[in-house]
């Protein structure tokens, strides 16, 4: 696991920017990580991009940050989606959608996977919650990891 840049989230929590190598293919990570007296680690809070879709999120963000004023209150909505080039085995179609959502008073970006089957179409557990006053750090990692998923 190559680490390309890590956000505080709060006293015992942080989101990790890093690669992976999965049967011989490399990986954007954005995880969640713990720190506590009971575990520290990984969570299953979190998304898993290829080169594809780090440069389509790199986009998305790009946009809505040119869009907007720094200190501008931004109404919670979608932002748009990424898509994957997966499936599972049960023939799920899945994507990563990047919304805008508020939490105790406080804005974050939600990067979150979907899924859509004849069952159930809506949000997974897979996903993380970035504060949304480091979205400049968030597109700086993303372009890094960009930058080695091409190497």
Do not use: W
Request: aromatic share 8%; proline share 2%; charged share 30%.
């Amino acid at each position: 696991m190559d680490i390309i840049g890590k956000i505080e989230i709060n006293d015992s929590s942080s989101c990790v920017f890093y690669i992976e190598e999965f049967r011989g293919k490399r990986f954007g990570s954005i995880r969640k990580f713990v720190d506590s007296e009971v575990y520290e680690g990984p969570t299953k809070s979190g998304v898993v991009l290829n080169e594809k879709g780090v440069a389509e999120l790199i986009s998305l963000l790009e946009n809505f940050s040119s869009s907007r004023g720094e200190s501008e209150k931004i109404e919670d909505g979608k932002l748009g989606k990424v898509e994957m080039d997966s499936h599972n085995k049960m023939g799920e179609e899945r994507c990563i959608v990047v919304q805008i959502s508020t939490f105790k008073n406080e804005q974050a970006l939600d990067i979150r996977e979907y899924v859509e089957t004849e069952a159930y179409s809506g949000p997974t557990k897979k996903g993380v919650r970035i504060p949304l006053n480091s979205i400049k750090d968030v597109i700086g990692y993303l372009k890094t990891m960009e930058g080695e998923l091409k190497a």
